[in-house]
């Protein structure tokens, strides 16, 4: 027909829960992105899985199941796509007994902003800058000795030229304190989540953040269960 061309509908793959722009990556286009600041000034992002029955149950009942929760550090660039893929495809325990529907957080450093690039899209759709995933994925390398070395320490597989991670690491008591301080609190307030049933999981130096978490005097307890991959 004729008239002003009409522009073509923005796509956003997977939108930010708080309505901004698409973050990425995420597993499925459902998962939600939020952005928590730590009360040192620490900036991290989390993703958030959520199973079908979710709003599922919200509809049918006038509260809505709660469900266990699994805390997942590391959570990029591939810890939160695989427990989230592993967790959303069922045949995966048909022959477990364990088999409950569950929320996957998981929750990695935020430097999104550092490394993002001029767009080659269309402007008018609001397209974000291009995001550089694998220098992003570089510098997070220094935020998991921070996080989740319990001291400070040299990496053993360090790539020549890498940066030096002594000066950064050892701070994992001041992480675990934002998990039970900060990030729970806010997942608990948003979402229906079975308050006795969470779940911890890392690997590498994730796993090393877990193993501190558990040894934790006053946070430990929040806790349910504990996994710790090498």
Not at 10 to 25: E, I, K, L
Not at 111 to 122: A, G, H, K, V, Y
Not at 157 to 176: D, K
Request: charged share 20%; net charge neutral; glycine share 8%.
């Amino acid at each position: 027909e004729n008239g002003p061309a009409r522009k073509r509908p923005c796509q956003r793959v997977a939108a930010a829960a708080d309505g901004g722009s698409p973050d990425a990556p995420l597993a499925f286009a459902s998962c939600e992105s939020h952005r928590l600041r730590s009360a040192g000034g620490l900036d991290y992002k989390l993703l958030v899985s959520l199973p079908l029955s979710y709003h599922q149950g919200a509809v049918n009942s006038e509260k809505g199941e709660a469900y266990p929760v699994i805390y997942v550090l590391d959570a990029e660039p591939y810890l939160f796509p695989l427990v989230t893929v592993a967790a959303r495809t069922t045949h995966f325990f048909t022959r477990t007994r364990w088999h409950p529907d569950f929320i996957v957080v998981g929750v990695v450093a935020d430097l999104e902003e550092r490394f993002r690039e001029p767009s080659t899209n269309d402007e008018s759709c609001g397209a974000r800058p291009r995001l550089d995933v694998y220098r992003l994925w570089d510098a997070l390398r220094p935020t998991r000795a921070r996080d989740y070395l319990p001291t400070a320490a040299e990496s053993p597989w360090g790539v020549p030229g890498a940066e030096s991670l002594l000066a950064v690491s050892g701070h994992a008591s001041t992480f675990v304190d934002f998990l039970g301080s900060g990030l729970i609190p806010f997942v608990d307030e948003r979402y229906r989540t079975l308050q006795s049933q969470r779940v911890l999981i890392g690997k590498s130096f994730g796993g090393s953040g877990v193993a501190h978490a558990m040894l934790d005097i006053k946070y430990a307890r929040l806790f349910s269960h504990f996994i710790l991959g090498s």
